[in-house]
Nanobody
Framework: QVQLVESGGGLVEAGGSLRLSCAAS????????MGWHRQAPGKQRELVAR???????NYGTSVKGRFTISRDNAKNTVYLQMNSLKPEDAAVYYC?????????????WGKGTQVTVSS
């Protein structure tokens, strides 16, 4: 069993910053890609950022230059630094990880953390 637990969401004014964290725990052999997705009310879930085990990153178009994803492999943790937040960044942010466990590779998701941006 593997759990992903997000933290760091909350309410921030437009132009402000937040840092999200997601820690993976459980029967983990290794973790490949880790990432963040978000879903706003009435919209589809979209990729925010992804990072490989080697540190290669890619970002959604709307967050490039404002958000930075990083990870600490020793802690099985991924971070998302969000700067210059806009009201349209408001959403539930979900952590995702491609985890290698004893029975193979599986995709795991956290329960999400709410980010609210006031204008």
């Amino acid at each position: 069993q593997v759990q992903l637990v997000e933290s760091g969401g909350g309410l921030v004014e437009a132009g402000g910053s937040l840092r999200l964290s997601c820690a993976a725990s459980g029967s983990i052999i290794s973790i490949n890609d880790m990432g963040w997705h978000r879903q706003a009310p009435g919209k589809q879930r979209e990729l925010v950022a992804r990072i490989s085990s080697g540190g290669s990153t890619n970002y959604g178009t709307s967050v490039k230059g404002r958000f930075t994803i990083s990870r600490d492999n020793a802690k099985n943790t991924v971070y998302l630094q969000m700067n210059s937040l806009k009201p349209e960044d408001a959403a539930v942010y979900y952590c995702n990880a491609k985890v290698v466990v004893l029975w193979g590779g599986m995709d795991y998701w956290g329960k999400g953390t709410q980010v609210t941006v006031s204008s």
